[in-house]
C-alpha cells in the first residue's frame, strides 16, 4: 500500500486528467473557456477563470477565483480571494479571505479573518470567524448568523506560538539527526560506510523495497512483542540502528560527491544537513523522507551493515544451496 500511494503522489506532480486535476508542487489554472469536475492543489495555487463543477481545495497555497466555484472552495494554509461566485461552502484554515463575489454556502475561517470588499457580496449562510477579523460584513448580505469566536488578536497569538514551536521543533529535529548521524560516522569505519553507500548507489529500486519489507517485517514482530510484553523497546532500538547506519552511509556517499573537497565527516555531514533540510519541506519532502528512509534501511541490510555490496544475496543464496544439499 505504502508502495502505491508514494508511486500515486509522485506520479501526481504532471498527470492531470480532463475533468479532475490533482498538483503537487505545480500551479492549476482552469482558463476562461474550460470546465473541471475538481481542482486539488498541494503546496501550489490554484485561478479558476472558468468552471470548477465541484470542490476546488488547496492545501499550502492561495487559491483565486475569478470563474465560479460550482461546490466548495476549501483553503488550509493558505489564503482565499474570490471575484466570482461560490456555490458551495468556502473555508479556510490558518489564512485569510476576501470576498468581492457571492457565497451560496457558509463563509467559515479558522485562525485566519473574513474580508468583504464589495457592499453587494450576498453570503447565503453563516459567516463564522474562529480567533479571526471580520471587516465589511453587512447583517442584510447574510443569510444565517454572523458569528465571531474569540479574539483576532489571540489568533495571531497562537498561530505565531504555533510558528515558533514548529521552528524550534523543526532546529531540534535537525539537531538530534546530525549528532546521530555523527556518531554513526564515528563508530562505523569508513570501509564499512562506502560498502553500504555503493550498495546505495547501485541498486536504489532494490533498497527501496527491501526497506519496505524490513519495516513491515519490524512492525509485525514489534506488534507481537507488544502484545507479549509492556513495550516494545527492542524493537524500536533495532528500528533505530539500522535507520541511523543505512542513513550514514548513504549521506557518506552522496557527501563523497557532492562535497569532494571536505574531509569524509565534514562530507557526510553536509550531505546529510541538505537532506535533512530537504525532508523539513512541507509535502515534498515528506515524500523525499519516505523514499530515502525506505532506501537507508534496505542499503543497510542488503549489505550486512556494510560487510559486502551482495551480503545479503550471498546468504540467501548460501541457505539455497545448503538446503538443496540436504535435500
Known sequence: MLVLIVLALLAAGTAQADDNRFMIAESIYVGPDETLDRATCVACSIRVDGVVKDTAF???GKLVNHG??????????????SEGPVNGNSVVVAGNMNLRGDVRGDAITVLGGIRVSDPAVKI?????????????IS???VGGTIDQIGSNRFGQ?????????????????FAILLTLNGVAF?????????TIANTFTGNSPVCFLVGLGTCFALGVVG???????????PILLVYLVVTVVGYCGMTYGIGRNLF???????ATQAAAAVIIFIQLVPVIGWLVMIVLWNVAIGAAVLSGFGTATDWLTARAEGRALHGRQAT
Do not use: N, W
Open 68 to 81: 465560479t466555484i460550482e461546490g466548495d472552495a476549501i483553503v488550509i494554509a493558505g489564503s482565499l480571494e
Open 124 to 136: 447565503g449562510g453563516d459567516v463564522v470567524t474562529v480567533l479571526g477579523r471580520q471587516s465589511g
Open 58 to 60: 488547496l492545501f499550502l
Open 139 to 141: 447583517a442584510d448580505a
Open 223 to 233: 506488534l507481537i512483542v507488544a502484545m507479549l510484553l509492556p513495550v516494545s523497546l
Open 186 to 194: 564515528l563508530i562505523l569505519d569508513t570501509k564499512r560506510l562506502k
Open 157 to 173: 497569538m497562537v498561530l505565531s506560538g504555533a510558528i515558533v514551536a514548529l521552528l524550534v521543533a523543526a532546529i531540534a529535529i
Open 260 to 266: 569532494a573537497g571536505l574531509r569524509p565527516l565534514s
